[in-house]
């Protein structure tokens, strides 16, 4: 771990430590912790990917990578709602160096003074690979209308902005994704408290209602035809999101790790029983190889080989794999840590529990276990999961 990963993986330890502390009691509550949000826009977390020059802390994609694994070793619902904000700003970020716009300067300047706190409004039912949308944007004077729900609001209850995506059909163009970014309070738009799941409760990733929702010009930034695999979403969207969730998950199943450490296996001296040591083995294993895929992985995207070496398909694929490694590790992690804990962790009121509950999202966010699989055998195969929408030209010199 270099120096600077080593700084920003120091602030988020500290802000882990302290978020553990209420984590059982958000879960059990089924409540939002408001509170860790505060202490992150006061401890500079909320601009860490905003670059230093506009008054950010300018971690890049392996600082993110480092920091959201310690985050989320302390309150895993907490890491998962700010890397909707973290990894689309410095995905931003990415873009503003390559391209310093002055309106993207001046909304990550509102993102460094703490105007701004992002939410990323795009799961949907049965279309969970951005490459369709049931909700529909029609064209009016100056803009759209968008019409529709979404599912999975990571982050809506404390959103002042946020970016979503609906489906217009152009009848010059055909059938098209516009991606677009709005204030939370524009009009037209209800959170629906609808969040009562098995894990990851203190989300509280409510559905979100867009009932005839304005959307200017000004706020779309991009659109691609529906049905592709889009370059830009690898370069931008996909390349930061998949590393980022896979340490977010990995860091989950680490603070079980930790826990069992130091409530089940210090207290009651296991340690020296060769079936807890086999465990703790597996359980190393299964931490080193994730985080080095992870880390491989984040390190491709930020010296632009996923997209400048690999086409489109295979470059996805490369940024699935720390997805789907990191997820399914965790999950296999948390396996292992509940075999040792035996019947101290079935309860409820065991933090293990909770974090047992929290790391099964792992393999159901996007891409989920079954739509990887899918990339991973085509693409092996050399058979395409979808036509390609590539990188326009300009954009493929260009680094992360």
């Given at each position: 771990?270099?120096?600077?990963?080593?700084?920003?993986?120091?602030?988020?330890?500290?802000?882990?430590?302290?978020?553990?502390?209420?984590?059982?009691?958000?879960?059990?509550?089924?409540?939002?912790?408001?509170?860790?949000?505060?202490?992150?826009?006061?401890?500079?977390?909320?601009?860490?990917?905003?670059?230093?020059?506009?008054?950010?802390?300018?971690?890049?994609?392996?600082?993110?990578?480092?920091?959201?694994?310690?985050?989320?070793?302390?309150?895993?619902?907490?890491?998962?709602?700010?890397?909707?904000?973290?990894?689309?700003?410095?995905?931003?970020?990415?873009?503003?160096?390559?391209?310093?716009?002055?309106?993207?300067e001046q909304w990550l300047r509102d993102c460094a003074e703490g105007k701004v706190i992002n939410a990323v409004l795009s799961a949907e039912p049965g279309a969970p690979l951005l490459r369709d949308s049931r909700c529909t944007a029609v064209r009016v004077d100056g803009g759209y209308r968008v019409t529709g729900k979404k599912i999975f609001g990571t982050g809506s209850s404390v959103m002042t902005h946020f970016s979503s995506m609906a489906r217009f059909d152009d009848p010059e163009t055909g059938p098209q994704i516009i991606f677009y970014r709005l204030p939370a309070e524009s009009p037209g738009i209800e959170v629906l408290r609808t969040w009562d799941t098995l894990g990851m409760r203190a989300t509280q990733s409510n559905d979100v209602l867009f009932d005839d929702v304005f959307?200017?010009?000004?706020?779309?930034?991009?659109?691609?035809?529906?049905?592709?695999?889009?370059?830009?979403?690898?370069?931008?969207?996909?390349?930061?999101?998949?590393?980022?969730?896979?340490?977010?998950?990995?860091?989950?199943?680490?603070?079980?790790?930790?826990?069992?450490?130091?409530?089940?296996?210090?207290?009651?001296?296991?340690?020296?029983?060769?079936?807890?040591?086999?465990?703790?083995?597996?359980?190393?294993?299964?931490?080193?190889?994730?985080?080095?895929?992870?880390?491989?992985?984040?390190?491709?995207?930020?010296?632009?080989?996923?997209?400048?070496?690999?086409?489109?398909?295979?470059?996805?694929?490369?940024?699935?794999?720390?997805?789907?490694?990191?997820?399914?590790?965790?999950?296999?992690?948390?396996?292992?840590?509940?075999?040792?804990?035996?019947?101290?962790?079935?309860?409820?009121?065991?933090?293990?529990?909770?974090?047992?509950?929290?790391?099964?999202?792992?393999?159901?966010?996007?891409?989920?276990?079954?739509?990887?699989?899918?990339?991973?055998?085509?693409?092996?195969?050399?058979?395409?999961?979808?036509?390609?929408?590539?990188?326009?030209?300009?954009?493929?010199?260009?680094?992360?």
């Amino acid at each position: 771990m270099t120096t600077r990963e080593q700084r920003f993986v120091h602030l988020a330890a500290e802000l882990a430590d302290d978020f553990a502390e209420r984590a059982d009691e958000h879960d059990r509550d089924n409540t939002f912790p408001f509170e860790n949000f505060e202490r992150m826009r006061e401890a500079g977390y909320l601009r860490l990917t905003v670059p230093e020059e506009l008054g950010g802390l300018g971690a890049d994609l392996n600082d993110l990578v480092a920091a959201q694994e310690r985050l989320a070793m302390g309150c895993p619902a907490t890491a998962l709602v700010v890397n909707m904000h973290v990894s689309p700003i410095g995905q931003l970020a990415s873009m503003w160096r390559s391209d310093p716009q002055p309106r993207l300067e001046q909304w990550l300047r509102d993102c460094a003074e703490g105007k701004v706190i992002n939410a990323v409004l795009s799961a949907e039912p049965g279309a969970p690979l951005l490459r369709d949308s049931r909700c529909t944007a029609v064209r009016v004077d100056g803009g759209y209308r968008v019409t529709g729900k979404k599912i999975f609001g990571t982050g809506s209850s404390v959103m002042t902005h946020f970016s979503s995506m609906a489906r217009f059909d152009d009848p010059e163009t055909g059938p098209q994704i516009i991606f677009y970014r709005l204030p939370a309070e524009s009009p037209g738009i209800e959170v629906l408290r609808t969040w009562d799941t098995l894990g990851m409760r203190a989300t509280q990733s409510n559905d979100v209602l867009f009932d005839d929702v304005f959307v200017p010009d000004e706020a779309v930034f991009h659109r691609y035809p529906v049905g592709t695999l889009d370059g830009t979403l690898l370069k931008t969207v996909w390349g930061w999101a998949q590393p980022t969730f896979a340490a977010t998950y990995l860091g989950t199943a680490l603070g079980g790790v930790q826990r069992l450490r130091r409530q089940i296996i210090e207290p009651r001296g296991l340690a020296d029983q060769p079936q807890v040591q086999a465990l703790m083995a597996e359980i190393t294993v299964l931490t080193e190889t994730a985080r080095a895929t992870i880390r491989d992985v984040a390190q491709e995207m930020a010296r632009g080989r996923l997209f400048t070496e690999l086409d489109v398909q295979n470059g996805m694929s490369r940024a699935v794999m720390a997805k789907y490694v990191g997820a399914n590790n965790a999950v296999a992690i948390m396996e292992k840590v509940m075999t040792i804990a035996g019947g101290a962790a079935f309860y409820n009121r065991s933090s293990l529990a909770r974090i047992y509950r929290d790391v099964r999202a792992a393999t159901i966010q996007p891409y989920n276990n079954l739509d990887a699989l899918d990339l991973f055998g085509k693409t092996s195969l050399g058979l395409p999961v979808a036509p390609v929408n590539p990188l326009p030209a300009e954009a493929v010199g260009s680094r992360s």
